[in-house]
């Protein structure tokens, strides 16, 4: 419900002088075989030294600091190839089809949905190049349900930190937190400071409207932990929904701030027992579970 090169071209330099192969260069000086009763055969002089190549200059290197070698990132087409086999691994592993989309999502790594027909999943461009048993686990969480793998996950996720983007991308949308009927840096400020002593340090906004279409679950807020913002889902600023609900929303997501994810019996914990626990003292918690379970399918079409 609620949070959930161009590449550069190095030039290599020949070991040995032009016109001389290693096979050529380790006979050289060697006489031929006299034959019997003939001349000698003449021998091939010695060859001047040669002054070994002088290093370029590495500019900006620290003394052992070994040069940089940049990799060519994958094309749109390599990716496209690598997403398509990891789907078919997955669907030969499961035994049914595997609607994959690949993501550059900096919080969530895997979600999924499973259907009696097929598993729409989710996950984030490190795992198209996983080993195996990560392959595997993958199955096992999403497509079988066993929590157990979830152990798995996480010790990949955690080896694979520095692929998570740190930085929000220029093409994300800005924070913009006024809308049409709440604002929500109001609200925000005053949470803050009737409930957290004005601990909390982050940024609110109104999140994109997604396309419509119909749906059977929606996130009506979300904190990212990286950036330490909130966005607030669009559908909630409508003069139908009460301003209680949207501070709900906001207090919830805050929380998140003070109490983060937790891994347990090898699953992630989104909201631990000590959140719940803080959750239940807000004032209007009460209405407010009411009032979203009365008012879901208003939310959905919205």
Known sequence: MRSRVSPEQFRQTSLFPRGLSAASRAAEGTAAPRPEGGPAAPVAPAPRPVAPPVP???????????????????????????????????????GMPVRLSVTDNRSTMVSFRRGSAVLALRLHHMFLDAPEPVVRAVADYAGR??????????????????????????????????????????????????????????????????????????????????????????????????????????????????FPSTGRGGRRVHHPRAFRERERTFPHYAAALRWERENLGVLLRG
């Open 56 to 94: 370029m200059p590495q500019r900006n290197l620290l003394p052992d600091e070994a040069p940089r070698i940049v990799t060519r990132p994958p094309t749109r087409e390599e990716l496209w190839s690598r997403a398509e086999s990891l789907a078919w691994r997955l669907s030969a592993e499961l």
């Open 145 to 258: 349900g066993h929590r157990t793998a979830g152990a798995i996950l996480d010790e990949y996720i955690r080896g694979q930190q520095p692929r998570i983007r740190q930085m929000r991308r220029e093409s994300d949308a800005d924070l913009n937190p006024r809308g049409r009927c709440f604002d929500l840096q109001a609200l925000y400020d005053a949470t803050n400071r009737d409930f957290f002593q004005g601990l909390i340090q982050a940024r609110i906004g109104w999140g994109r409207m997604p396309p419509r279409r119909r749906r059977k679950s929606i996130r009506l807020g979300v904190y990212d932990h990286q950036t330490r913002e909130i966005r607030i889902h669009p559908a909630l600023d409508t003069p139908e929904v009460p301003s209680f609900f949207v501070e709900f929303i906001i207090f919830h997501e805050m929380l998140h701030q003070l």
